[in-house]
């Protein structure tokens, strides 16, 4: 049994693009083996208002390639909408799996707005692409099938493995892979030979900032649980278009 | 009445001999057996005289053209099933057929039309086994295959190279070299303006020199194109992704697929209808890989992988016959022929109120279990299923197996049902019946004509010949082997002997039917245990009989009783005019007895019509009206041939209420019309049984031994007077096998059996007066009517006009 972490809280931002139920239903799991509360963080894109007060902003509809006016007031009636659904989900979800849970409201940027509430949080960024029609055990499977742990300074890594090894006890992971930045020294590796079975360790000598967006983007993994220490430098815009182009979700334990 | 004083006078008739005791009962001698008890015999094999059944069956059963199936016919119980399976046994044997297994199959493209494969026999249940553990194959191995790492790198491979957000990366990263932002919206991206990475607001950006700012917009409209041109990329890319991503998932279902379906198609390599089904179900497998990822945490227990594998049935092999176990061709006897046990049938299970099936609810059928050898079914329960003898036709024509409902046989489904392949039919169908059946359907029924070309007669009797004794005894044997009785000993056969001879109404001849041997035999060995015996001996055998008519008796009981009590009015001694003593059978079933009944004629002047009573009133049948037209006949031949005459005449079975058939009282009713006619008185004593023709010949009739042994009875019962008798047609003398107690009543002179070959012979028995003073009374009456005729009609008048109207 994995030693508790010590944690307390996981901000979820959430922005007009909103949270799918399934991640949602992820995230409250994971926070209730963690033994953590929710804050659910919804931000205001500030800077989209922005835009949208140009008068000349347009928006290119992905759906049809066409183009319309960006309004303002469609804009904040959208954001409304999509906080209060995934408020209420939150709720429902949150109060299933006897999570504790509170909304707060910001604005300016998702990130930005979340990165700066570090210390002493956690924060879970789900990714916004969708998993291509690859087959995947449908029944049954565990909810995490593929956990990707980064390591990062040595003071992090025993909470990132007891983060990892709480999810594996509880059933929700089915492979773990453990990414580590360099070789590994005694104490890591009995750690992550207490993490159990289907445990691989991959090592990413030289991974520097761009190395982390890159693993982001192209994350093969359900979720990542990655230290604050590598995404701290990370500018907020850059770490948003990775998320954007990921499949996965993100863990950012502190 | 006529005037006798003036008819001319009647003369005895000489002394008439009765048949002596040796003509009453042909007799089987124990010492004409050689042997103590039938347990030193050798069983017989096959029933004896059945060689014409026998021959006939061999030709039917060897001949392989289509419409040669074959009709065994004989009466209920006389062995027909028992002759075949010995028969049948040795041609199964010699049979050169191949044995199959016929299973059915998922058809994949059209799931309502179920496949037939036919297999060596025994395959039918290994395909089933194979097809079985290939799914638990493909259960275990498929999971396994889509969670391994190779998989997931391509996936995300392709993931990669279809990557839709780095095509609007590409436009953000040069947006940002010209100070525009790209920013992603909640339905797609906006470009907007951008000063020291933030978003220049309106106002800022309406204070901006003109041709910058037009540059701006120019370029926010040129990246605008560019963003709406990857757009509408992006059905055309994620189709491209979608059909790279099943190319993907082929590609590793097949790994994990290709190779059990090849050691499978290796396996039934010779069999190329096998070999297409699973071409068919490889293929299906392959499109619905999914189904077999729904990986369970458990899935590795076999016991587990066993009951997945059961929820797909699609890919299941129903075994429809299985002739692992069969060493010689199959030969099937199907006691409940209806429809769909003949043909088989879908079955069908509920789900939300509606009624579904699919190729594993489908059933066999007789035919499918017959097929390639011998199917056995009794006529009557065939013909008397609704459809299954259409049905049967129909499968005998077109050479398969249909599996079809009722309504759909007949076109009345209304909803969708299944449609399996047809089985092809090789089969050779025994139809066991009685003879009535055959001829019906022989008249009726042109199909039966071309489909039972074979017909097998079974003999119910053979020739009471030493040899045939000697047969008939080992028969006997192998009847009690076959049920487990106690031998007999040469008394209880001979006894058996002369019963068998009674049953055929024929002193030269043995009945061989199978069933009611077997019957006497069982019965007599109950009482023979019974008393303690270890053989069955003549006593047990008699008992037996005994007890057997007994059982059935009481109705003989209750007629004899009413004639005793003269509640139904039958005389045994004295004289009466136009009064007879006929016999009558009574049939119930298995059982006959006979007995005595009045027949009374009147005559007058009349027209010359002979009335028959029971026909006047539909109580008379039409054999029973032919012979009361035939005496007519031979009345007016006798005593009119060249003058009319002038007489109506009635004749009745007097308190008879039921119906009356046959021509078996010809004769008494001749005697009393001619009693009748000319007064002249008829002897009570005696009863009397025969038919006649129209020249007078007294020929044979039916239940000759219940006949004479039923005015025994009442004579008996009254007093024997030693003058009473029977007289029956001399045809019959060689059928008679009276009861012991008539026999001795004979041998004793208290009673007699005589026989008459002609009606003149009869006259003179049962009037005691010579045939030629009978003559000339009956002719001179006829003169008299003829004379009042005349008188009555008056001079000039027609004499043919009678009371009766017609001449």
Redesign the interface.
């Known amino acids: 049994m994995a030693d508790p972490p010590a944690i307390k809280t996981i901000v979820l931002p959430i922005d ?2 909103g949270v799918s139920r399934a991640t949602l239903d992820i995230l409250v799991r994971v926070a209730r083996q963690l033994d953590c509360a929710l804050l659910g963080l919804f931000v205001e894109d500030a ?2 208002q ?2 949208a ?15 319309r006016r ?1 309004q303002p007031e469609r ?1 904040r009636s ?2 409304g909408k ?1 906080s209060r659904d995934t408020r209420a989900v939150l709720e429902q979800l949150a109060g299933d799996n006897r999570v504790q849970l509170t909304c707060e409201t910001a604005s300016g940027a998702r990130l930005g707005a979340v990165l700066q509430r570090a210390g002493g949080v956690n924060i879970f960024l789900p990714g916004r ?1 969708r ?11 565990p909810a995490i099938p ?1 956990l990707g742990v980064l390591l990062g300074a040595p003071e992090e890594d025993q909470r990132l493995l007891s983060v990892a090894g709480t999810l594996v006890d509880a059933g929700l992971v ?2 773990v892979h453990v990414l580590s930045p360099g070789a590994l020294d005694a104490e890591r590796r009995g750690a992550i030979e207490r993490l159990g079975l289907a445990v691989r360790v991959v090592r990413l000598d030289g991974l520097d900032r761009q190395g982390v967006t890159g693993l982001i ?2 994350s ?1 993994y359900d979720l990542q649980v990655l230290p604050f220490s590598c995404v701290q430098e990370i500018p907020p815009a850059q770490l948003e ?1 990775a998320l ?2 990921s ?1 996965g979700q993100v863990l950012v334990v502190t | 009445m006529a005037d006798s004083d003036s008819l001319p006078p009647l003369e005895a008739a000489p002394a008439q001999s009765a048949l002596p005791v040796e003509r009453l009962y042909r007799h089987c001698e124990p010492g004409e057996l050689a042997f103590e008890t039938t347990a030193e015999l050798e069983p017989l094999a096959r029933q004896p005289g059945q060689e014409r059944a026998v021959e006939a069956l061999g030709f039917g059963l060897a001949i392989e053209h289509e419409g040669y199936n074959l009709y065994l016919m004989g009466s209920s119980g006389v062995g027909k099933r028992e002759l075949l399976q010995g028969i049948l046994r040795e041609a199964a044997a010699r049979g050169d057929g191949a044995i199959s297994d016929w299973c059915y199959v998922n058809n994949f493209e059209a799931p309502d039309h179920p496949l037939v494969l036919r297999l060596p026999r025994g395959m039918g249940c290994e395909l089933r086994r194979d097809m079985a553990r290939a799914v638990e194959d493909l259960l275990a191995s498929l ?1 396994a295959t ?2 391994s790492e190779e ?3 391509r ?2 491979e ?3 190279e ?5 095509e609007f ?1 590409q436009i ?1 990263e040069r947006a940002a070299q010209h100070d525009i ?1 790209m ?8 470009l ?1 303006p951008t000063k020291n990475g ?5 106002n800022e ?1 309406e204070a901006l020199p003109e041709e910058e700012k037009k540059a701006t ?1 120019a370029l ?1 409209e040129e990246l ?1 194109g560019e ?2 041109g990857v ?2 990329q ?1 059905p055309r890319r994620r189709r491209e ?2 059909e790279r ?2 190319q993907l ?1 082929r590609e ?1 279902s097949q790994l994990a697929i290709d190779p059990v379906f090849a050691d499978l198609k290796q396996k039934y390599e010779q069999h190329a209808d096998v070999v297409a089904y699973l071409e068919a179900a490889h293929h299906d497998v392959l499109e619905e ?2 189904a077999f ?5 458990e899935s590795a227990i076999p016991e587990n992988l066993k009951e997945r594998a059961r929820e797909f049935t699609r890919y299941g092999v129903n075994v429809l016959v299985d002739n692992a176990d069969l060493e010689t061709v199959p030969i099937v006897y199907e006691d409940n022929p209806t429809f769909a046990n003949l043909l088989g049938r879908s079955e069908h299970f509920a789900r939300m109120g509606t009624l579904l099936t699919d190729f594993s609810l489908i059933k066999p059928g007789a035919l499918h279990r017959a097929n390639g050898g011998y199917l056995l079914l009794d006529a009557d329960k065939l013909l008397t299923q609704p459809f299954a003898w259409t049905g049967l036709k129909r499968a005998l024509k077109a050479r398969d197996i249909r599996i079809q409902s009722p309504e759909q046989f007949f076109s009345f489904a209304a909803t969708a049902q299944l449609e399996p392949e047809p089985v092809p039919l090789d089969v050779k169908v025994l139809m066991l019946g009685d003879r009535y059946l055959f001829h019906l359907l022989q008249e009726y029924d042109p199909e039966f004509v071309s489909l039972f070309r074979v017909t097998a007669d079974m003999t119910e009797d053979v020739d009471r010949t030493p040899e045939n004794t000697g047969l008939f005894a080992r028969m006997l044997h192998s009847l009690s082997q076959e049920y487990g009785l106690l031998a007999l000993d040469r008394s209880a056969v001979a006894r058996v002997i002369e019963h068998a001879a009674r049953r055929v109404e024929d002193s030269t001849r043995l009945s061989v039917h199978r069933g009611r041997l077997q019957s006497l035999l069982t019965e007599s060995d109950f009482l023979a245990r019974r008393a303690g015996a270890s053989s069955i001996a003549a006593g047990h055998v008699d008992a037996a009989i005994e007890a057997a008519v007994h059982r059935l008796d009481q109705l003989r009981e209750r007629s004899q009783e009413g004639i005793l009590r003269e509640i139904m009015l039958v005389a045994t001694e004295g004289t009466a005019v136009g009064q007879v003593n006929g016999l009558a059978v009574y049939l119930l079933g298995d059982y006959a007895f006979g007995r005595p009944t009045r027949i009374t004629a009147t005559a007058r002047l009349g027209a010359g019509k002979v009335l028959d009573i029971e026909r006047e009133v539909d109580l008379g049948g039409k054999i029973h009206s032919k012979a009361v037209m035939i005496i007519s006949a031979l009345l007016a031949d006798r005593y009119a041939r060249n003058r009319p005459l002038p007489l109506s005449a009635s004749l009745v079975f007097e308190q008879s209420y039921g119906g009356i058939e046959g021509d078996s009282a010809s004769v008494a009713e001749l005697v009393a019309l001619v009693s009748a006619i000319a007064d002249i008185p008829v002897r009570q004593e005696l009863a009397v049984t025969g038919s006649l023709n129209q020249h007078g010949t007294v020929q044979a009739i039916g239940g000759v031994n219940e006949k004479v042994e039923g005015f025994f009875d009442i004579c008996n019962a009254r007093g024997l007077s030693g003058s009473q008798g029977v007289v029956i047609p001399a045809a019959n003398a060689v059928h008679l096998m009276l009861r012991r107690d008539v026999r001795d009543a004979v041998a004793e002179g208290r009673f007699h059996v005589y026989t008459a070959d002609d009606i003149d012979r009869a006259l003179e028995l049962l009037t005691g007066f010579s045939v030629a003073s009978i003559d000339a009374r009956v002719s001179a009456r006829v003169d008299e009517l003829q004379a009042l005729s005349r008188r009555f009609s008056g001079r000039g008048e027609s004499a043919g006009r009678g009371d009766d109207g017609d001449g």
């Open positions: 007009a693009h800077r989209l922005r835009v007060d140009l008068p000349f902003a347009t928006e290119v509809v992905l759906t049809s390639g066409g183009e960006l804009l959208h954001f999509v692409e998993w291509p029609a690859r087959h995947t055990p449908r029944i049954r499977r593929r089915g492979v983007r192209r093969p278009s954007d182009a499949r | 999971p889509f969670q998989y997931h790198s996936v995300q392709l993931g990669e279809f990557q839709e957000q780095s990366q953000a932002a920013i992603q919206t909640p339905s797609g991206y906006t907007a933030e978003v220049i607001p309106p950006f917009l926010i605008k963003l709406k757009v509408r992006l992704s979608m991503f099943r998932n590793f890989a999914e990822t729904q990986e369970r945490e």
